[in-house]
């Protein structure tokens, strides 16, 4: 799995030319496996962890009326890891989005519709670019792989993930 990122970036410092030395946004939106990956680990573990709506009208959910009006609690960490959204929700798989266009409502990590998180790709740039160099310049090594986990409110390592982070040659 890191090893499909790796030499992602490794591919994109071969192909630049000797002169460059700074990422470009041609070189940003080539990360397509990065992209995977920065996807999948924001679904399993979200920003937001909740979002509030109001019932524009009368709704039944699971036999229960929602009464127009009301103030309604939607568990982002409930949706992305519904198993009838995604298969293995538990499993980190970044292939899962070779072909996966998510129906709406169901990958919420910088909220949803008119008050979803304007900075959003912003974030997602930024991630890119820090994860690009930290990449070629560190490893990363868990101190307990495979710990347990919580997964309420949403995942969470009981450990925190402690980890070693070791600067390459």
Request: hydrophobic content about 35%; glycine content about 6%; charged content about 30%.
């Amino acid at each position: 799995m890191a090893y499909g990122f790796q030499e992602e970036q490794e591919e994109i410092i071969r192909r630049r030319p000797s002169s460059q030395k700074s990422l470009t946004l041609d070189e940003i939106k080539q990360m397509k496996y990065l992209s995977k990956v920065i996807d999948e680990t924001l679904r399993i573990r979200t920003n937001t962890f909740a979002l509030f709506r109001e019932a524009k009208e009368d709704a039944e959910l699971n036999g229960y009326l929602i009464p127009k009006g009301w103030k309604v609690l939607v568990w982002t960490s409930d949706v992305h890891m519904d198993p009838e959204i995604y298969s293995n929700p538990k499993e980190f798989n970044p292939s899962r989005w070779d072909d996966l266009r998510p129906k709406a409502g169901t990958f919420q990590p910088f909220g949803a519709g008119s008050s979803s998180c304007p900075g959003a790709d912003l974030a997602k740039f930024e991630i890119s670019i820090f994860l690009h160099y930290f990449l070629l310049n560190y490893k990363l090594e868990q101190v307990n792989p495979g710990g347990p986990v919580n997964y309420l409110p949403s995942p969470d390592p009981v450990d925190k993930f402690r980890a070693k982070i070791i600067k390459l040659d």
